[in-house]
């Protein structure tokens, strides 16, 4: 956007000495909207010349030569449709510009640079910007939630501010990271969602950005689009570009709305009676005493999981103000969210405001500058994956018959019901007694400064820095099992410094060879500090985290902090023939502080050609072509997520404990096994692409191919382990992903008054792990907690990564089958397992893959309709083939093993009346990690529908009023899904952990509906 | 040309621009700065880096996967006296079915070597440092005291295992092949000799709870007894006994006491506070969850195994019977609760007491390793092994730990004394027994059972599904997988 303003300016302040020579001759007129507005920044040119001109602010032009009288003036803009006039001897022509309903007039943000979207020769996605506005949503990612072919988004919680993490062409990774890059601004920003820790869910990156700011969002895709981000590209990157201001009148716009969220899906489960019936039932079978002989003595009947919910409101106001003239343009937005959350005590709070100023200094010189800064207040709800402290958990397994308080007002404990674990919180108390809450100040800013050298050369230099201030305050209050009330304060501050020096060159010889360079250095440098204070035995609850001094027992305090550095170089050529024929290099090579010390330096080319069919001859005059062009790429990029300080020998400080008084003692040991040749992974990718455009681009259609091989796989080793070390960081193994895209967008009907389009997409990958760096070929994904105490995903050569792993169930036992069997002690009505190797008994080889955390394919459908003032529109997307590890069911249908409450089709358990029953007999016989608990999550999803009203102009006769709009919508209105537990969109362990797919006591999804108003004046 | 030469200029120029902009220089920037630790290139110069090389190799003793509950699990659950109803991974462990890829003995594993590497550590950066000869001598032998503990341990649990005596700093040093059996005990012994002669014998101030001479010469008698060598057994526990710095205390329970820690009977026990680092002893042990006053959490991992001989023959008028293994608790609002009534119906054990953990996880009680009834125990089996018989000293000492038990007067000669008359097998039944029931849930008696070879015959005949063949722990797969100097062969039998 800012390289094309400035071209602009530099095209302008180039030919004003012409257009001041003369008035007399040549064309002169004005451009209008259809609207009526005057149109400035279109550029006028003579077909078939250099001729050109722009129009100004009141979208006037003036076109000084001769011959434009008997000529043809082409009259282009971004973002309008192209329109040819015959000038036919006139002076003077006024025009009407249609606004663009096609891509291939758009300018698209790339790395380092814009494009026009028929130049392209590397896949690149972008979401029209009024896509961003269909949906109200409080975070940026959603806007790209099923509108992309071979973009997943992946919401891994439903709680308000939670992270979603997003997937490009399938994950490259094991351990290295598959969150792609964003570049803010031309800020880049690497967003590790994160691991659940086991206590907190992971943050949100984007959570600090207002969707209302956003003009437009590209997503790369292929290697010759991501090699210019080098060692960060190989996850594909997202560009994400705010609102800028454009010269002419001053524009005020105002956005409200405001809707209700409830759950989306409650889980059907026992009542009080059915309750006590099961747990008799087990008694009976088990043949032990009755827990409930007397049922009448039980009274409490509690819907637990109404309980802890709610009908949650939120609201979302944004104001901006933009305009300004020739030399100075602005663009000032504010914008206040706060979205309460469906579970209790948790919501998500913003206040951000976001300065972008163009600056031209004088003819050579032009500043632009984006600014935002913002806090965002997240109170979260605890929903670990230790479940048996996750609120939700807790609100499914706790018995109904369990009373919420005792006579005297304080707290039922779970533990008093004879048939409940006596671990499991008060799902209230805990609801009340769990504080969290995360703060962030977040300062994003930077400058780029363009130095016009001479035609068609500048130089761009871009400082600027990103820093976060984190704060988050846990308290555990007295009432939650196992706390003497404790409470600690984590502060941490990460910044980031950049500075990048960006040439840019653009050429062209004679009429058909276009030629341009791209390159530069940059710099990019993160460091990392934290401290954290803590103590515990607190007196009362009222501090919170307010008084650390009066709990009686201190923490340990300790601090931190880390620095790693990017040095970088780049560069990029694009080779252009009539406009038939592109060819792209590109290379970045990168130097990154955290790779060993032998490897240091990554280089990362790419190659890439196009071939526009639409521009021969053949094919020009067939009318109802408008583009046809095939590409081809290839390249490599890197991903250096491995971590600061990986490649060191590092001691680290160990505390143990000695001392009469037993006191703290510090050793110092080497903690990690050095591995000087660490180094980035790499990803090399091949891509083949159609892009067609049919019927005055009433129809335009993308198909991809493409490969990706990922090597040298960051890989924690296990080194031998009678080393005393858990492992050794290296590169070894890989993993391979191919995959097809598609999309297709029509305008179905063109009319004054009525419009229809329709956006599809569809995607399939296919990702499996070639190589693993252990002899077996396979590893497991690391335990979930108690009462799992399992791992429920392998890596495995040959299957797609972290695919779940598991018994196999063969209906359940009869009579007589158990003795002597397989099973020796398994009663009737028990689970019964597959001996898959026929070995005579049940045990761990029993086990085998059962599917896939990742979907193998993902589509999306949505559509526009517009009559008159009014406008309609949809988005339906779904995941096939994925799967989920409903953890929560391990508890809630495990046949009242553990004495947890149960999903009401439990009762659907087997008795000798009930031989062919869903579910075993009551009984303490734990179930194992089998196929029945890992359920089909695919799903198709109405994710938002909106109705959409534009009062005519003038209305009400206020003529400062130049927008006026309502509109409701609903999110999540409808969902077509197998999936037992609360979403099948849901993945407990974050972005970028090797257990995937997993429910473990998740946050519920919600079902949202709102109202809103926009005004511009 | 002339362009090109523009354009290199250029690219220059603005390179120049952004290291002035930074202040930086391309090499200097991407060397990684350190912050928050040390490398070891500027360690291991000070008597203090000493002191803290050698406290870094205690330090896996607290850790998860040792004595915070991981080794626990592995020796308590196997044995014949502790169960579990629940929980397939922990019921392999105590069915003596273990997978090699089971994840508690992967990590006892490698805590235990991660001890033996910083010992090792230790004992080859110690000597270089200038410092005072007593002290460096006696931090060196703490180091060959905790990598012989740590390599008794392994040669117990998994036989043969790899045997390295050197520091592990790179990738090129970690393969290391196996040892016998043999040359990992002459390796024990070695390193024992040492330790004892350097170890002062009491610790004071900051030191208590480290390593001493009695600590050593009583791990030295326990790997004499594992041999078989009953002369040297005897000897050393004599030697413990002559050092005078142990006693048994009058009262069993008190041994147990969190507020009386590092008592005179103790020998050797892991340091735990229960607030920086606490274990989960308590919470393991005992049952009724929150409302068993005795622990933050009773979950109960270990319940008494009801077919033991333990549970069914155990006298009632043991003393240790009753403070050792309950099926009734008084819960914190005084009500008796019979543990049949609760969710986990399993007698459960009464050892570890912690009335103020806040959590399962904070039992700040200090596992013990040996104290003092131990080596009266030894000295009584280890000298009529030796003599082939009980002698006079040998009943004695049996007699002074079950008089204790049964609150008699420790040192005169009592009702329920064993009497003398015994042959050598009878009355090492009788010591072991009397292990048994001292011992319980204080992980001596899978080694009793696996040094008398009663293991795991015995727990197949409480009816455990057990590995038909197997009669030690599996090496962990992993070790095989990546010890390039091991091989599939080198597993133990039955895995």
Known sequence: ?1017 | MEKNRFFLGKLFYSCIVGLLLLGSGCKDALQEEVFSFLSTENFYKTPADAEAAVVAAYAPFVSTDYYRYGYYNLTLLADDQVTIGRNPQFQAIDNFDIPADHPFVRGTWQQMYSCINRSNTGLARIPGIAMNEELKNELLAECYFIRAFNYFNLVRLFGAVPLTTDEINSADKVNSPKASVQQVYKQITDDLLKAESALPVTRAGVKVGRATKGAAKTLLADVYLTMENWAGAASKAKEVIDLNSNVLLDNFNSVFSVSNENNKEIIFSIQFDGVNIGNSLASYAHAGGTDNPNTGNGVQVWSVDQKSDMWLNWNLNDSRRTFSVYDKFINRAGNEISVYNTSRPFPAFGKYNAPNEVSGINCPFNPIVYRYADVLLIYAEALSQENGGPNAAALEALNQVKRRAYKRNINVISDIDYPAGSDKEAFRKLVLLERSYEFVVENRRIFDLMRTRQFPQIIKQLGKPTNPTATLFPIPLAEIETNKALSPADQNLGY
């Open chain 1, 1 to 1017: 956007m800012k390289i094309k303003n400035t071209i602009v300016i530099l095209l302008l302040t180039f030919f004003s000495p012409l257009i001041a020579a003369s008035q007399e001759k040549g064309v002169h007129g004005q451009v209008k909207s259809s609207k009526g507005e005057t149109i400035p920044n279109i550029t006028v040119k003579l077909k078939g010349t250099n001729t050109l001109t722009r129009t100004d602010m009141d979208g006037k032009f003036n076109l000084n030569v001769a011959a434009a009288q008997n000529g043809i003036l082409i009259f282009s803009g971004v973002s309008w449709t192209t329109q040819e006039v015959a000038v036919n001897g006139k002076r003077q022509i006024n025009i009407v510009l249609q606004e663009s309903t096609s891509e291939l007039d758009g300018v698209v943000v790339i790395g380092y640079g814009t494009k026009l979207r028929k130049d392209l020769t590397g896949a690149v996605a972008s979401i029209p910007p009024k896509a961003i506005k269909e949906m109200p949503v409080v975070s940026a990612e959603q806007a790209l939630q099923g509108r992309l072919s071979g973009v997943q988004v992946i919401q891994t919680n439903s709680a308000p501010g939670g992270a979603i993490s997003i997937r490009i062409r399938g994950g490259n990774s094991a351990l290295g990271g598959n969150e792609p890059l964003y570049v803010i601004d031309g800020f880049p920003v690497y967003s590790n969602v994160g691991t659940n820790d086991g206590k907190t869910q992971a943050q949100n990156p984007l959570a600090s950005i207002n969707p209302n700011d956003i003009a437009s969002m590209e997503v790369l895709k292929d290697a010759s689009a991501t090699a210019i981000y080098g060692a960060r590209g190989a996850n594909g990157v997202v560009i994400i570009t705010t609102n800028r201001g454009k010269a002419g009148k001053a524009k005020l716009n105002f956005e409200s709305n405001f809707g209700i969220q409830t759950i989306r899906h409650k889980i059907p489960m026992l009542n009080g009676k059915e309750y006590m019936y099961i747990a008799n039932t087990r008694a009976k079978n088990l043949g032990t005493s009755l827990p409930y002989p007397d049922a009448s003595l039980w009274t409490s009947n509690n819907d637990w999981q109404d309980l802890i919910m709610r009908d949650a409101p939120f609201n979302n106001y944004s104001l901006s103000a933009s305009g300004g003239n020739e030399n100075n343009q602005y663009n000032i937005s504010g914008n206040w969210a706060d979205q309460s959350g469906i579970v209790r005590n948790s919501g998500f709070k913003r206040g951000a405001i976001r300065i972008n100023l163009d600056n031209k200094i004088n003819a050579k010189l032009k500043l632009s500058t984006s600014i935002t800064a913002s806090k965002t207040d997240n109170q979260q709800a605890r929903t670990s994956l230790d479940i048996y402290g996750g609120i939700v958990y807790v609100g499914l397994v706790a018995p109904p018959i369990a009373p919420i308080y005792k006579e005297d007002g304080s707290y039922y404990k779970l533990g008093n019901i004879p048939t409940a674990d006596p671990a499991w919180d008060n799902p209230i108390a805990l609801l009340k007694g769990y504080q969290y809450n995360v703060g962030v100040n977040r300062f994003l800013g930077n400058s780029n400064l363009t130095y016009s050298i001479i035609d068609g050369l500048s130089l761009s230099v871009r400082v600027g820095i990103d820093n976060q201030d984190v704060r988050t305050d846990r308290y555990v209050g007295r009432d939650v099992i196992g706390s003497p009330g404790s409470a600690s304060i984590a502060n941490s501050n990460a910044v980031s410094y950049l500075n990048e020096n960006i040439l840019n060159y653009a050429t062209q010889f004679g009429d058909k060879h276009k030629f341009d360079v791209t390159t530069g250095f940059t710099f990019q440098e993160d460091i990392g500090l934290s401290v954290l204070a803590s103590s515990q035995n607190f007196d009362t609850d009222i501090y919170g985290t307010n008084n650390l001094g009066a709990g009686s027992v201190s923490g340990s305090p300790t601090s931190g902090k880390s620095k790693n550095t990017l040095l970088s170089f780049l560069g990029r050529a694009n080779y252009s023939y009539d406009s038939k024929y592109y060819l792209t290099v590109s290379a970045r090579s990168d130097g990154s502080s955290r790779f060993g010390f032998g490897n240091k330096w990554g280089f990362f080319p790419s190659a890439a050609l196009a071939w526009r069919l639409s521009a021969e001859d053949f094919l020009k005059e067939v009318s109802w072509v408008s583009d046809f062009k095939l590409r081809a790429s290839v390249g490599k990029t890197g991903n250096q997520e491995i971590g600061n300080y990986n490649s060191l020998a590092r001691l680290s400080s160990i505390r143990t404990i000695f001392g009469a008084d037993q006191s703290s003692v510090i050793g110092y040991a080497m903690t990690n096994m050095p591995n000087s040749q660490l180094k980035w992974e790499t990803t090399t990718q091949y891509d083949a692409g159609i892009e067609l455009s049919l019927f005055n681009s009433r129809l335009s259609i993308l198909v991809d191919y493409y490969v990706k091989h990922t090597n040298d796989l960051l890989a924690n080793i296990p080194v031998p382990l009678s080393t005393g070390f858990g492992g050794l960081l290296v590169n070894s193994g890989s993993i391979r992903n191919k995959g097809f895209e598609f999309s297709a967008d029509a305008t179905v009907i063109k009319k004054d008054d009525f419009k229809w389009d329709v956006r599809a997409n569809f995607s399939k990958n296919v990702g499996k792990v070639h190589e693993v760096a252990l002899s077996s070929g396979q590893f497991f994904g690391g335990n979930i907690f108690s009462p799992i105490d399992a791992s429920v995903n392998i890596i495995k050569e040959g299957y797609p990564l972290s695919s779940f792993y598991g018994y196999v169930t063969d209906g359940l036992w009869d009579a007589n089958q158990a003795t002597g069997s397989i099973m020796p002690n398994a009663k009737a009505g028990d689970q019964r397992y597959k001996d898959l190797n026929g070995d005579g008994r049940i045990t761990a080889d029993d086990r085998m893959v059962l599917g896939q955390p990742d979907p193998k394919m993902l589509y999306g459908l949505s559509s526009t309709l517009a009559y008159k003032n009014f406008e309609f529109n949809f988005l339906l997307y779904g995941a096939y083939g994925a799967k989920v590890f409903n953890a929560n069911k391990f508890s809630i249908g495990d046949a009242f093993a553990r004495g947890a409450n149960q999903m009401k089709e439990v009762l659907d358990f087997w008795t000798p009346e009930n031989l062919d029953a869903k579910y075993p007999r009551p009984s303490n016989v734990n179930p194992l990690v089998s196929d029945r608990f890992f359920e089909d999550a695919s799903f198709l999803r109405l994710r938002n529908v909106q109705l959409n009203y534009n009062f005519p102009e003038k209305t009400f006769g206020i003529n400062w009023l130049s927008s006026l709009s309502i509109y409701v919508s609903a999110q999540n209105l409808l969902t077509w899904t197998k999936y037992s537990g609360f979403d099948p969109e849901v993945s407990s362990t974050g972005g970028s952990d090797l257990r995937k797919g997993i429910d473990v006591g998740a946050y519920p999804a919600a079902k949202t509906f709102s109202a809103g108003l926009r005004f511009g004046l």
